[in-house]
């Protein structure tokens, strides 16, 4: 299993709207690498500012999870890289530092890089520890990136599954995770294509245990690994006109039986069936 812990008002980006334009690119999804962009398994060096709402999520000064940037405000990840149950404190928002921008290990705060506190990390309620149904949650980040960030930017959210990703959809997965089952942790952020695979196909693989709640993704060519949980699947879609690619939240990274094996897809928190959860939580971290 790769879900091992070690290794304002609401504006909210929903199908390709995102009202705070001046730090959103050109809106929520968009993206500015620098250069051209296989470690995730079977990935590769992601090019600086390939997937700008990938954040780093650091337990004790010790990377832990990935996340997901969203309103330029809070980092969405998987509720097993935060529960208490797990690791010891692991719920408590003091003892978490998020790094959003950050390409490779070796870089600086100074190389456009921004890091801050969490002030609040809100667990899904009905969070199911053995299976890992409703793997999700939300932290608050104490200092959100400023506006006009060149590395920076937030995802786009498909709420309600308007999009309609499937195995044709053109999807990533990025994480500084173990670029092989059991090896050692990426020093350069690794992204890698990524097909979704077939519901039929996602629950014979692992009988009785994909919830509705889940979708599978991989190959035994490309995978997310250990470290990787928490971080992003993205999908990608045109906006009507055609002239802007923008970029969909549809999966967290959740567990899977080992890295890129036969017949074992990794798992994913399917981002689309929390559209209303994800509304009430941060109406009520907005205080409303």
Not at 52 to 71: E, N, R
Not at 90 to 108: C, F, P, Q, Y
Not at 231 to 255: F, H, K, M, Q
Request: include cysteine; proline fraction near 3%.
């Amino acid at each position: 299993m790769f879900n091992l812990f070690a290794a304002g008002m609401l504006f909210v980006c929903i199908a390709g709207i995102c009202p705070q334009i001046s730090h959103c690119y050109g809106g929520c999804g968009t993206r500015q690498p620098e250069g051209t962009s296989k470690r995730i398994v079977g990935g590769e060096d992601a090019a600086r500012g390939a997937w700008p709402w990938y954040a780093q999520l650091y337990f004790l000064g010790s990377f832990s999870c990935g996340g997901t940037l969203v309103d330029n405000k809070y980092i969405v990840t998987a509720a097993h890289c935060v529960n208490a149950l797990i690791t010891q404190g692991a719920n408590v928002a003091a003892n978490w530092r998020v790094i959003l921008g950050k390409n490779r290990e070796s870089d600086s705060q100074d190389n456009n890089e921004h890091a801050s506190d969490v002030t609040q990390i809100t667990i899904h309620e009905s969070y199911n520890l053995n299976n890992n149904d409703n793997d999700i949650a939300v932290m608050v980040l104490a200092n959100p990136p400023p506006e006009g960030s060149q590395f920076i930017n937030s995802v786009c959210w498909d709420a309600g599954g308007s999009k309609g990703f499937d195995s044709t959809a053109v999807c990533y997965i990025a994480g500084f995770g173990t670029v092989k089952e059991d090896g050692i942790a990426a020093h350069v952020l690794q992204e890698a294509i990524i097909p979704l695979v077939e519901r039929r196909d996602c629950v014979d693989a692992y009988p009785g245990v994909i919830t509705y709640n889940m979708i599978c993704a991989g190959s035994v060519q490309q995978d997310a690994c250990q470290g990787d949980s928490g971080g992003p699947l993205v999908c990608s879609r045109r906006d009507e006109s055609g002239n802007v690619e923008r970029w969909y939240l549809a999966g967290i990274t959740s567990w899977g039986r080992g890295c890129t094996r036969q017949n074992s897809p990794g798992v994913y928190t399917d981002v689309t069936r929390y559209g209303y959860w994800f509304e009430d939580v941060f109406a009520s971290l907005s205080g409303k």
